[in-house]
């Protein structure tokens, strides 16, 4: 009966590709073209800024305030049309059919070594209430499969900022510069994974970082679902 309807509903409302639209033959999420063009970040990665190493230019994590971070895909090609329809959308079939099984996967593999206390989310302004939560969305995923809880009201959003995809890079930090507050009662000496959709620049990771750090939190762990693919001053050879 189940492959009845399925049949019934793909003639009424025929499959399209979440990546680019197009129609689809069968109840497929995407086509041969884009799943081509979703790329994973692989398994020999940077210690710190979570890229594969010939995509890294992070020098050792100088520029970072958290300890390490990790990623499942690139937010390139298919990776950043599926973000746009998960975050603006509020697709979430693209992180429960696509994206959710590897970004689970890596994050468990990741952290299993590290005992953690809670999970945090970068949040939305209180003016954003209405917008879909695309990152409690991911931490309450990954509080499932990690057996961990979410941190609810220990990280807020103080100051309402515009858009980092519409930033330069040089201006992200800037914009999101004391946007953060931490509650020390809930964090203090806590072992934390901090959660955001995508890393860019991660000037949103470091400025919620160090609201963490100013509340006492001891370990702080980032997990993103994508991440940019940055170019390596050295070819990756500084991690050699």
Known sequence: MRNVWQSILDLLFPPRCKGCGELLPSAKNLCGTCREKLHPVGENTCLFCGRDREYCSCDFGADLLFERAVSAWYYSDTGRALLHRFKFRGDRAV?????????????????????????????????????????????????KELSVPVLEGALVKVRKTEPQHKQSLSGRRTNVKGAFSADSNILRGKNVLLVDDVATTFSTLNECTAALIAAGADRIICATLLTTAANSRTGGKHHE
């Not at 003016?127 to 879909?132: A, G, L, Q």
């Open 95 to 143: 992180f429960d059919e696509i994206l959710g099984r590897r970004f689970l996967r890596r994050v468990k593999e990741e952290t299993a070594d590290i005992p953690l206390d809670g999970i945090l989310f970068v949040p939305n302004h209180k003016s954003d209430k209405d917008r879909f939560a695309q990152t409690e969305y991911l931490a309450k995923a990954l509080s």
